[in-house]
């Protein structure tokens, strides 16, 4: 049976980091402990209801890339078990579909982001300048266009609560050097490209994703946090693709229709949810898991 956790309750374990979605403990043995949690987060707000079993969706998915791509790149994953590093008393089962034992990393200090069709902010940008991160791209494409070639389009890192900003490869390269820019550019298309092909064998078409870095101690690239979910990609499905419009999507989408139907300033606090829009979002997430991983979800 699915499980439903709002914030990871872990006495004993210290706390580093509560974003939107998860919460991190360091183990003080060079690995962490992180938990995805159930919350939802709209235009950078985390609302006050959960959608139950999202966490551990959001999980198995990830866990589900991280295995198929390690032949592109390495993972955060260390394969120890869950239930090995709770405190005493806790539920094992809580946890043990939603909480992964990963290395600590550092992280590269800048989101990588691919994008193989014209759509959200690089619509936006593309309409405002005819480029998208410093790149020009082809003069009339439509909304949702598939582009000539996948493009990588990198932005800053905001805090909760504030929003990430998209800049240009040159810029990525004097934050962070521009060796590991274009080390995190090529894994990010590589991947891209093979989780691409992927989820069109499954008849759902993966138009954007983002990624995190982080590096060890003896500077090896991994891919970390979480990867090719609903949450951090735009999936839509194949048969209700067409261009010029925003095609439905697997995710939330439900979540932020109904929310601009509301009198609200997208500003904390944000407002409840009604129970069909909860369903919905989290049958969506179900549907994703299932058809791009092969997981059923109960």
Request: charged share 25%.
């Amino acid at each position: 049976m699915a499980t439903t956790l709002l914030h990871a309750d872990l006495p004993g374990l210290n706390l580093i980091h509560r974003g939107k979605v998860r919460d991190v403990f360091d183990l003080g043995d060079g690995h962490l402990l992180m938990v995805a949690t159930d919350r939802l987060s709209a235009f950078d707000v985390v609302l006050p209801d959960p959608i139950p079993g999202k966490g551990e969706m959001l999980c198995q998915i990830s866990n589900f890339w991280f295995g198929k791509t390690a032949h592109i790149i390495a993972n955060h994953l260390t394969g120890i078990d869950v239930a090995s590093v709770l405190p005493a008393g806790v539920d094992p089962a809580l946890y043990a579909r939603r909480a992964v034992v990963t290395r600590k990393l550092t992280p590269v200090p800048v989101e990588c982001i691919a994008r193989g069709y014209i759509i959200g902010s690089g619509w936006k940008d593309y309409q405002r300048t005819g480029a998208v991160g410093g790149i020009t791209l082809p003069q009339g494409l439509q909304q949702a266009q598939e582009l000539p070639e996948p493009i990588f389009t990198p932005s800053t890192k905001a805090a909760v609560g504030t929003h990430d900003e998209n800049i240009d490869f040159a810029t990525a390269a004097h934050l962070i050097g521009r060796e590991q820019a274009e080390a995190v550019r090529d894994a990010t298309l590589a991947i891209y490209r093979f989780a691409r092909d992927h989820a069109a064998q499954r008849g759902i078409i993966l138009a954007d994703t983002k990624f995190e870095f982080g590096t060890d101690d003896d500077g090896r690239l991994h891919v970390m946090d979480e990867m090719l979910t609903p949450d951090s990609s735009r999936y839509w499905p194949a048969d209700q693709y067409a261009i010029g419009t925003s095609p439905p999507s697997y995710d939330k989408q439900f979540v932020r229709d109904y929310l601009e139907t509301l009198d609200w300033n997208k500003t904390a606090p944000g407002p409840k949810l009604p129970a069909e829009v909860i369903a919905r979002t989290r049958a969506k997430y179900a549907e994703a898991l299932e058809r791009l991983a092969g997981i059923r979800f109960a």
